[in-house]
């Protein structure tokens, strides 16, 4: 934990230190709290539901998301914007339904992405990156490609419908889905190694509640078909969902 703090925290000053113009443009944006029920890991053996905080903050062209991680505008020009991100991806403990695997380290996302965003209610974008600090083995390189659409639906009411698809490469994809040998003869998982490709579908449904002045309520269903290699897995097919749910809801509060 300590070193996935420590790569998160530098990536933050770093930055931080490149858009001067942000924090002299002050925080805009919604940051709150809530929880989430969802897989504990992405073969989907088992669910949690687990308190998570909520940000869609904006510091002049540095942005920190939820779902997208701390991001900088280096290029942002007639809706277009291009730059660094740095996230984080949950790792994995094995036990329990995947007993007799290894545990997977938490890791840092590093890489950049691209967006289209002519207007504030619609986007299309494109990210490219590697999950470094893993354990021998684990890691590799990730992205993933989709859009999102917001529209009013009276009363205050914001809904918004978006599209995204991951993809991995062989060694990102191992490290989740993929079975050894040793580790067959622990867990009772047929042994099975993973390609690259794409790895899941993600639907996701979302609507903002007004509640008060600068408050809302924050509700999300998400919809995860893995795909490819990613549905192939031993661990998958054994004991884990190919079809995946994900439900989330938060009260935020709104900076102007």
């Known amino acids: 934990?300590?070193?996935?703090?420590?790569?998160?925290?530098?990536?933050?000053?770093?930055?931080?230190?490149?858009?001067?113009?942000?924090?002299?443009?002050?925080?805009?944006?919604?940051?709150?709290?809530?929880?989430?029920?969802?897989?504990?890991?992405?073969?989907?053996?088992?669910?949690?539901?687990?308190?998570?905080?909520?940000?869609?903050?904006?510091?002049g062209d540095v942005s920190l998301g939820t779902d997208d991680g701390l991001t900088w505008s280096a290029l942002n020009t007639n809706g277009f914007s291009a730059g660094p991100y740095i996230n984080y991806l949950s790792g994995r403990t094995a036990n329990g339904a995947l007993g007799g695997l290894r545990d997977v380290s938490s890791m840092a996302e590093v890489g950049g992405f691209v967006q289209y965003a002519p207007a504030d209610f619609w986007r299309v974008y494109a990210q490219?990156?590697?999950?470094?600090?893993?354990?021998?083995?684990?890691?590799?390189?990730?992205?993933?490609?989709?859009?999102?659409?917001?529209?009013?639906?009276?009363g205050?009411?914001?809904?918004?419908?978006?599209?995204?698809?991951?993809?991995?490469?062989?060694r990102q994809t191992n490290t989740f889905f993929g079975v050894d040998n040793n580790e067959a003869a622990a867990s009772g998982y047929r042994p099975y190694n993973a390609s690259g490709g794409f790895q899941n579908v993600t639907f996701t449904q979302s609507f903002e509640f007004p509640l008060a002045a600068k408050w809302s309520l924050l509700t999300s269903a998400s919809w995860?078909?893995?795909?490819?290699?990613?549905?192939?897995?031993s661990i998958v097919k054994q004991t884990g969902e190919v079809n995946q749910g994900q439900v989330?809801?938060?009260?935020?509060?709104?900076f102007d």
């Open 156 to 170: 205050g009411i914001i809904g918004s419908s978006g599209l995204m698809a991951h993809f991995a490469d062989a």
């Open 1 to 59: 934990m300590f070193r996935i703090t420590s790569v998160v925290f530098t990536g933050l000053l770093g930055l931080c230190s490149v858009s001067s113009a942000a924090l002299a443009d002050g925080i805009t944006g919604e940051v709150g709290a809530g929880i989430s029920y969802q897989p504990k890991e992405p073969t989907g053996t088992r669910y949690q539901t687990t308190p998570v905080p909520y940000f869609d903050l904006d510091w």
């Open 128 to 154: 490219l990156g590697r999950a470094v600090g893993g354990g021998h083995d684990q890691g590799g390189v990730l992205g993933k490609v989709g859009g999102e659409l917001g529209y009013p639906l009276g």
């Open 248 to 254: 989330q809801t938060a009260i935020s509060y709104k």
């Open 224 to 233: 995860v078909h893995l795909v490819g290699s990613a549905a192939d897995s």
